[in-house]
């Protein structure tokens, strides 16, 4: 049985030190997708459409995973990789302390060797087991290429994230670049290293990223 070790290959893009800013340049990659939005007056916590659709995506991610695993032919084994999350608004107004104009893609990377034929059959039986859910509908690969970033780990709770972003301007403006998100239409980028439904808030870890460009004159 073939072994992709996602961790490792990509450890230099989801490992980085607590506290501390670097620029990455991320490739493009594979991803199993699905999108959505916040509702009004809600956040990701509260908002019932960003658990259904965090439970497929999730409920896709493993059941490909063990369908790859079980294969007659050319098995192969992989992790299921962290969740991740790609955040806008329509008015390209982002803000971190205002979660419930976010819109979202929902994200988990994929090994190179995942096709749309075999989300097909994993989709099929996700279906057959749990029946034909309206989010299964919006399920998707998708290859991203998120290029010049710059990222921190953040520890703690996800309302203290505007705490560890705070010096991003500084850091970016040493090599004379720029954040991309918000007006420019970059997406913030959050990586969820950590189980929020098992791990003291204290000490979650999520990586924060933005997409970074040169500063004009």
Do not use: C
Request: aromatic residues 10%; without cysteine; glycine residues 10%.
């Amino acid at each position: 049985m073939e072994t992709v070790d996602l961790k490792r290959q990509w450890r230099h893009l989801y490992a980085p030190k607590p506290g501390r800013f670097e620029l990455v340049d991320v490739p493009e990659q594979l991803f199993l997708a699905i999108d959505g939005r916040i509702e009004p007056g809600s956040s990701p916590g509260t908002s019932d459409g960003f658990a259904a659709a965090t439970g497929a995506l999730y409920g896709l991610a493993y059941t490909l995973k063990f369908t790859f695993k079980k294969r007659t032919e050319a098995p192969v084994d992989y992790p299921v990789m962290p969740l991740e999350g790609r955040w806008w608004t329509d008015d390209g107004r982002f803000e971190l302390a205002r979660p419930d104009n976010w819109v979202y893609t929902l994200a988990i990377l994929l090994p190179g060797v995942v096709g749309e034929a075999d989300v097909a059959t994993a989709l099929a039986a996700l279906r057959a087991k749990r029946g034909d859910r309206p989010e299964f509908a919006g399920l998707r690969l998708e290859h991203f290429t998120e290029g010049r970033s710059a990222q921190v780990m953040h520890i703690g709770p996800y309302a203290t994230e505007p705490e560890s972003m705070e010096g991003l301007p500084e850091f970016l403006a040493t090599d004379g670049l720029v954040d991309l998100v918000g007006a420019s239409g970059g997406k913030h980028h959050e990586i969820y290293l950590s189980d929020p439904g098992r791990t003291d808030p204290a000490k979650l870890k999520t990586i924060l990223r933005h997409p970074v460009g040169p500063s004009t004159p």
